[in-house]
């Protein structure tokens, strides 16, 4: 686990829900989304207290919206067809062979403003080179917060570093920016790799130790106890067994009561199932010890393989690494000076290591 502190400034978002479709916020007012307004129609304050949003317009929605001619009066039909009747997959048919039906019921914004959105819009979109290479923690960077990929981003000034996706699309309302500097979130990565290849490339046995106790620190404490209490329980449950038949044998040739060994049954079964129990939960802790120091000691192969390294790369990385996560304390907003950031890196077999 890395922290990072932040030193920009700047004061959290702080929203509150007025009685309205509409959210108050330092910033503004957030519409909420049909989805939203719904639940809102149905809220009881008095029953379900204050009223907070859990979902936010996404951008897909929205952009279909802003291309919706529905707004400026139009009726649109013919988009899709069905190939077969047979199926119920649908095709899309070219923008050019749609039925548009201007004029047929009152405009909510006017064509010209229409116009200048598709404009716009289409002057955003960006033309990606084929020469162009993924983004070295793609597929391994997310959130901590909401889950989502941390997205990498340059700003005008050439600042390159990395901001959650759903802050990005949605707004700061939806979640923490959790932006961090792409130098410092490589070198933060590159020396937790490092550290770890040295530990285990100098003392293995030690760190591979202090990582069993990091995992299952009370399960390795009690092996030897259990071990020695399970075969205790195993050679009681054999013995059950073997009074239970002479128990039989005995109600057969008629020395033991029927009421005698309907009690001593009673209690021989009563004791073999607390073995039972006891021995599989026994044999489940030791099995997890056992899944554990083999999942180290794989670990402990590959991490030796970079005791020595230049730079990160896409193959190293998803080797070592299931994801690494970015949270930031406490609050939202962007960073406030001191604000700190916790990085967590989850190697492959052993997870996060302290």
């Given at each position: ?91 899309p048919i070219p923008k050019e062979d749609w039925v548009v039906v201007p004029d047929m019921h009152e405009p909510i914004v006017s064509r010209e403003l229409f116009d200048e959105a598709q404009k716009r819009m289409g002057a955003r979109k960006k033309t990606i080179k084929a020469k162009d290479e993924p983004d070295l923690f793609a597929g391994l960077f997310f959130c901590e917060a ?80 259990m071990k020695r209490d399970l075969a205790s329980a195993k050679k009681r449950l054999a013995d059950l067994d073997v009074k239970l038949k002479r128990t039989y044998e005995d109600n057969m ?102």
């Amino acid at each position: 686990m890395i922290f990072w502190t932040a030193s920009h400034s700047s004061g959290p978002i702080i929203a509150s829900c007025a009685p309205s479709w509409e959210i108050h916020s330092d910033s503004g007012f957030l519409i909420l989304s049909p989805k939203e307004y719904t639940r809102f129609r149905k809220h009881n304050p008095e029953r379900d207290g204050e009223f907070e949003c859990r979902h936010f317009w996404t951008r897909t929605y929205v952009q279909f919206m802003l291309k919706n001619e529905i707004y400026v009066g139009s009726m649109v039909q013919g988009r899709q067809y069905t190939p077969s009747y047979r199926s119920k997959k649908r095709e899309p048919i070219p923008k050019e062979d749609w039925v548009v039906v201007p004029d047929m019921h009152e405009p909510i914004v006017s064509r010209e403003l229409f116009d200048e959105a598709q404009k716009r819009m289409g002057a955003r979109k960006k033309t990606i080179k084929a020469k162009d290479e993924p983004d070295l923690f793609a597929g391994l960077f997310f959130c901590e917060a909401c889950g989502t990929s941390m997205l990498p981003k340059v700003s005008q000034q050439k600042y390159f570093y990395y901001n959650c996706g759903r802050s990005h699309a949605i707004g700061q309302l939806a979640c923490s920016s959790h932006y961090i500097n792409r130098d410092t979130f490589h070198q933060a990565v590159l020396e937790d790799i490092r550290r770890n290849a040295k530990l285990f490339s100098e003392d293995a046995e030690k760190a591979a130790q202090r990582l069993m106790e990091l995992k299952c620190a009370d399960q390795q404490k009690q092996t030897t106890t259990m071990k020695r209490d399970l075969a205790s329980a195993k050679k009681r449950l054999a013995d059950l067994d073997v009074k239970l038949k002479r128990t039989y044998e005995d109600n057969m040739s008629g020395k033991l009561p029927d009421h005698i060994f309907t009690m001593f049954i009673a209690d021989y079964d009563t004791e073999r199932a607390t073995l039972k129990a006891n021995i599989a939960e026994m044999e489940k802790a030791l099995e997890k010890v056992r899944d554990t120091k083999a999942d180290i000691d794989r670990f402990a192969a590959l991490i030796r393989k970079y005791t020595s390294f230049e730079k990160l790369d896409r193959f190293m990385l998803h080797e070592l690494i299931d994801r690494i996560t970015i949270y930031e304390t406490p609050g939202m907003g962007r960073c406030r000076k001191g604000k700190e950031k916790r990085i967590t890196i989850y190697y492959k077999f052993v997870g996060a290591i302290q």
